[in-house]
Structure formats: C-alpha cells, structure tokens
C-alpha cells in the first residue's frame, strides 16, 4: 500500500525557513513525478513545486520561485521542500503527492505552515 507522509511544518515568523518532508512508502517513486501543493484556508489547493519523473526536472510555482527548493533522495525516498524568506500568505496545509501512472496519484495526509507577520 502507498503512503506518502509528511513532517516538518510548524510555526515561524516572517522572513524564516522550513524543511518539510515527506517519507515514501509501499513502492520506489525514483521513476515517478512527486511534488508539494498547498492548501491556504477558505482556498483551493494550488501547485508548490514538483520533479518531473523522467529527469527530475523541478517545476515551481511563481509566487514561490528563488525561495522554495525541491528535491529528493531516492535512497531515502523521501522528497524535501526546503522554504526560504517564508512570507505570511504561504500559511497553509502543505501536501506531498507522487504520480502513480495509471494508477493515479498518491497524496499525503498534510503538514501545516503558519507564517506569523
């Protein structure tokens, strides 16, 4: 069975850094496209960032380029998201998903961020 896990939210202050993490489990994804998404209260969720399956190639999304870095140890399986000059509207739960092919996506169960101004 496929579990995604994530770790490393909390609270800070404006202008600090986090590392979230999220654990594999179930199967290897060193093939397979994983990512972050976030979900801000009373908003829908929206895409972070993400390592193509192919090349690991990583996306961002605007709001969060030059700040956020993705990646991942497939040793480990484990994917990272190492967030930097973290601002208050980056408050939301942080989701950690993996590609599964055919078979859909894999979703974590989330891990919450709370920028204080």
């Known amino acids: 069975q496929v579990q995604l896990v994530e770790s490393g939210g909390g609270l800070v202050q404006a202008g600090g850094s986090l590392r979230l993490s999220c654990v594999a489990s179930?199967?290897?994804?060193?093939?397979?496209?994983m990512g972050w998404s976030r979900q801000a209260p009373g908003k829908e969720r929206e895409f972070v960032a993400n390592?193509?399956?192919?090349?690991?190639?990583?996306a961002y999304a605007d709001p969060v380029k030059g700040r956020f870095t993705i990646a991942r140890d497939n040793a480990k399986n484990t994917l990272y998201l190492e967030m930097k000059s973290l601002k208050p509207e980056d408050t939301a739960i942080y989701y950690c998903?993996?590609?599964?092919?055919?078979?859909?996506?894999?979703w974590g169960q989330g891990t919450q961020v709370t920028v204080s101004s």
């Open positions: 998903y993996a590609a599964l092919g055919v078979n859909g996506v894999a």
């Open positions: 390592l193509s399956g192919s090349r690991g190639t990583p």
């Open positions: 179930g199967r290897t994804f060193s093939g397979n496209a």
